[in-house]
């Protein structure tokens, strides 16, 4: 059976036990959580119907978000600057990670598509941008090593592809405005003859 707070709980832990190695520890927690899918959507409801962000915990030391990622939306690349585990629970989740440049720029690294069961642990280094390029509703759970609504963070929006200062609440209505348009869709063809 699915319960925050035990994540919550078991994700302290795994960060007050594990210094220097409490991202690969959450990471665990996640790969233990996720394991049963199907428990946490019972728990908590369709990805569909659930906020696009909210934050379950939040900290200096850690931040736990549980994210909905609409179909096809797209969030540009940002940093974090600190490590983030993510566990995808429903849907699909790919990842483009970067490096920053001597000008600011991006340069691509890799890709990294996780569905239904995967996580991932991104250093506090590590720049990304997420889609979920699927007609699913994407569920993840996100667990920071830090406060994630910290002003210090940077967001490249395209097509200039140039840093600014990172805000939460863009990444917020991002996602409401691809929920909308989703749920608009389906609504328009469960009408069709």
Known sequence: MFN???LISDCLEAVN???GHSGVAVEEVLNRTISDPN???SAIGHPRDQPSMTT???SQEMTVLHMVWPPTVSLT???HLMWAAIGIYGGRED???FRSLDDGTLEHRKSASLRRGDTILLGDDAIHSVTNPSREWTGAIH???GDWFRPDKKIWREPTNTSESFDSEFVRVVLQDAAKCAKAEEVAGSSEP
């Open 4 to 6: 925050i707070d035990d």
């Open 17 to 19: 036990d594990s210094p």
């Open 39 to 41: 428990a946490i959507e």
């Open 56 to 58: 379950w915990y939040r």
């Open 77 to 79: 690349a940002h940093d």
């Open 95 to 97: 990842n483009d990670l």
């Open 143 to 145: 667990v920071y090593g």
